[in-house]
């Protein structure tokens, strides 16, 4: 099923429109995906009110940095891309959990009285980009998933890990960038039994470029076989797949021309194989914009089109093609594509 095809319905009772799309595997809707939605050294701290008023479902990208702070006993774990870090950096709780606390209660609530709300969940994936791996890390972010274990769609350990059990749906997904550390913490060490909390994704790879010039090894990667890039499917831990653009556009978003028909046939292999697979598959980040525009969102500059025009195409595209998780910091503008398709 496309996002073209569904009918979205507005839930008044939610102080957010929520769409009824109701399914979790792979192929069945296409989210945005709010890209770095966190503020950068106290600025552009209205992200992820501009994601949140684009309207459930969505994914919610957050940074997570493991680091101490002055005046602070320990390190800990704080919502940022890099440093320096101060009191002022929210942590995941603050800046996530608490803010999204209304709205999923409310759909906690009415699931109570109507089993349909359940087929709203999960109406957020939270996308962890976890930027340091160290154990104590880990273990403090796993500490914060249990304080709102009962708002989070988990799975059941299985005896082995390919055993993919059946998700039991919360408001919220979590999905991990995924380290040896993670799926030891959150798979590996689980009795039989316990909840898994958030799921990591796939090991990818790719053509080896050696001795290849830069022009080479862009179309090398943009050409590589998907069943060579992910030949295992999805497990019980392992269960959606990053991409950068630069598998789909030789040289990625900053050398977006004219979108060709072999282009899309590229990125609709690349979807048909995740999802034969068993992976949600997501692809980063499309953003169009000026350089000024760029500048005052704090927009990455190499995941731009070049126009909003280069990158609403793609969009379309990936909505199209059955893409799980469309990555761009421009949310709102997003958003009004994608209402614009399933008006």
């Known amino acids: 099923m496309r996002l073209s095809q569904l009918v979205v319905s507005v839930c008044l009772s939610l102080s957010l429109p929520i769409a009824a799309y109701g399914a979790t595997e792979p192929g069945d809707r296409s989210l945005l995906s709010a890209h770095n939605c966190y503020p950068y050294h106290g600025m552009w701290s209205d992200r992820i009110d501009r994601a949140l008023s684009t309207g459930y479902p969505l994914s919610i990208e957050q940074d997570l940095c493991w680091a101490q702070v002055d005046g602070m ?9 890099n440093g320096p870090y101060n009191t002022e950096v929210p942590t995941l709780e603050e800046h996530f959990f608490e803010r999204v606390r209304a709205d999923v209660e409310a759909s906690l609530e009415r699931a109570r009285s109507d089993e349909s709300e359940r087929e709203h969940w999960p109406m957020i994936v939270l996308d962890l980009d976890i930027k340091d791996n160290k154990p104590a890390h880990i273990d403090a972010i796993v500490k914060v998933l249990k304080q709102y ?16 059990q059946e998700l039991d749906l919360g408001p919220i997904m979590v999905i991990l960038t995924g380290s040896d550390n993670q799926r030891r913490v959150l798979h590996d ?45 999805a497990d019980n831990f392992h269960r959606w797949w990053n991409n950068s653009w630069h598998v789909v556009e030789a040289g990625g978003a900053n050398r977006a021309g004219d979108w060709t028909e072999a282009e899309a046939a590229r990125l609709q292999e690349l979807v048909d194989h995740a999802h034969r697979m068993g992976y949600l598959i997501r692809f980063y980040t499309i953003n169009g914009h000026s350089s000024a525009v760029g500048a005052a969102g704090g927009y990455g500059g190499g995941y731009n089109t070049g126009s909003i025009q280069a990158a609403q195409t793609r969009w379309r595209a990936q909505i199209e093609a059955g893409v799980d998780l469309i990555a761009t910091d421009q949310y709102v503008h997003f958003g009004r594509l994608r209402d614009s398709i399933t008006d």
């Not at 769609?153 to 055993?163: N, Q, V, Y």
Request: hydrophobic share 30%; proline share 11%; glycine share 8%.
């Open 189 to 233: 060490e689980l009795e039989i039994g316990e909840p898994i909390l958030a799921f990591g994704r796939c090991k990818t790879n790719g053509p080896d470029t050696s001795g290849m010039s830069d022009e080479q090894k862009r179309r090398a990667i943009a050409s590589f076989p998907p069943e060579r890039m992910v030949p295992s499917p």
């Open 149 to 164: 274990q009962g708002w989070l769609t988990t799975a059941p350990r299985a005896e082995t890990i390919d055993d993919r």
């Open 73 to 81: 006993e320990a390190p800990r774990s704080l919502v940022a891309h």
